[in-house]
DNA sequence: AATCTACATTATAATAATTCTAAACTATTG
DNA sequence: CAATAGTTTAGAATTATTATAATGTAGATT
């Protein structure tokens, strides 16, 4: 979903109703210069910020679950005690920081194309997916 | 943890007292061929298959943690819903089958050395991983 | 071998994240 | 400006996981 796009006409074409509840996701979610990667938590805090009135907790997980099925979100997996989602929904390499537990999207440049020897007989490659972990240089990082 | 090894020992030499509980779960996890990667719910109901008396639930769980801790498990994230664990504890690459959902290990020789251009700035790459999502040629698989 | 003690197991309760429910609300259609 | 289908909401329910505290046991000490 591009910065700035009409939300309202956005969320037509997947046949979402345009609420007041959504668009003002879009805007949270969308009006941004670098791909956001949030958990709900980090999502309902922002909204309470930016937001005049509250958006009830049930509604941000059944609009970041209506996002996701409509293809406007993806949902990764780093760590499974937090459910991570990502803006950039094409498939894509991360870093992940692990003394903030900040995502990072690598650009395309930053690895080199995964070539895949042999696969799974019978089976088609959906994604290939990078995760980087990365920690701070000096300390004693585990 | 290798096959058919001294697990009584193998607990003692990181400080975990080999009880029944323990060593059976040893045998049940690290007595097989291939690498084992498992859910706490697939373990559950495999100790309670391949036990007359059953373990605890929060034994299981207690267990688990301290043979992670130990550097006898990882724990694998692919799906945020469900939590992964595997015997083989080194960084290496995965096959996850979105039909089955199963998770495999790739061989050494299966994906070219991943070759990372750019880090993050003042910090140090930890680890390097792939996840390949296959999924059933045929079907209109999404 | 009996006793001691720190650690482990267990059933159960507590917590946390997520989903469900059903009533009130609202965007769209006619 | 209804009618209606879809949406929001608070709160209850469910699920996975962790904490608690009583009981049990491995390994050490007598
Ligand atoms: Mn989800
Ligand atoms: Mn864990
Ligand atoms: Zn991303
Ligand atoms: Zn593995």
């Known amino acids: 979903m591009p910065k ?7 969320l037509r074409e997947v046949g979402l109703r345009p609420t007041k509840q959504r668009v003002k996701m879009c ?14 938590n980090d999502l309902v ?11 009830s907790l049930a509604t941000v997980y059944n609009t970041v679950h209506a996002f996701e099925k409509k293809g406007y979100l993806k949902e990764i997996s780093i760590d499974s005690h937090k ?3 990502d803006t950039n929904t094409s498939a894509h390499h991360h870093f992940f920081d692990e003394d903030t537990h ?3 999207d690598c650009d395309e440049s930053d690895i080199d194309k995964i070539n895949i020897r042999k696969n799974i007989t019978g089976k088609k490659i959906n994604s290939v997916e990078v995760l ?6 000096n300390q004693t990082q585990k």
């Open 132 to 137: 980087v972990r990365v920690a701070s240089d």
């Open 102 to 104: 900040e995502l990072i």
């Open 83 to 85: 459910s991570y989602f």
């Open 27 to 40: 805007e949270v979610l969308y009006n941004r210069e670098k791909t956001f990667h949030f958990t709900i």
């Open 4 to 10: 700035n796009c009409n939300f309202i006409e956005k």
């Open 45 to 55: 805090k922002l909204l309470s910020e930016k937001m005049n009135q509250k958006i």
